[in-house]
């Protein structure tokens, strides 16, 4: 059974900065497209960043220059940087795993197999 955990959530003003982290019970699913998805009450599930096993990273145009994504295998553990946080950011956020695709990540929510619980980022301004 794999398990997705979201931590590093929390309230921050504009400008500032968070890193959430996504830990995984399997080593496996490093080679796997693996995803952070946000979203808001009423609105669809949208794509954050992913990242496949060549280490190849893509972003949505809304968080680019801003965010970063990147893996620790060491530590079985899917990292999210924010920087540069603004009140649109504000979400939950989540993360995924893709066990169909290993290279050439989807954007779409529906194409993840395995989500963490979420965890919640508060921009205020």
């Known amino acids: 059974q794999v398990h997705l955990a979201e931590s590093g959530g929390g309230s921050v003003q504009a400008g500032g900065a968070l890193r959430l982290a996504c830990s995984f019970t399997?080593?496996?699913?490093?080679?796997?497209?693996m995803g952070w998805f946000r979203q808001t009450p009423g609105k669809e599930r949208e794509a954050v960043a992913s990242i496949d096993s060549n280490t190849i990273t893509t972003y949505a145009d809304s968080v680019k220059g801003r965010f970063t994504i990147s893996t620790d295998n060491a530590k079985n553990t899917l990292y999210l940087e924010m920087n540069s946080l603004k009140p649109e950011d504000t979400a939950m956020y989540y993360c995924?795993?893709?066990?169909?695709?290993?290279?050439?990540?989807?954007?779409?929510?529906?194409?993840?197999?395995?989500w963490g619980q979420g965890t919640q980022v508060t921009v205020s301004s």
């Open positions: 399997k080593y496996i699913e490093m080679i796997y497209c």
């Open positions: 995924a795993s893709d066990r169909d695709r290993w290279v050439g990540c989807s954007s779409s929510w529906s194409e993840y197999n395995y």
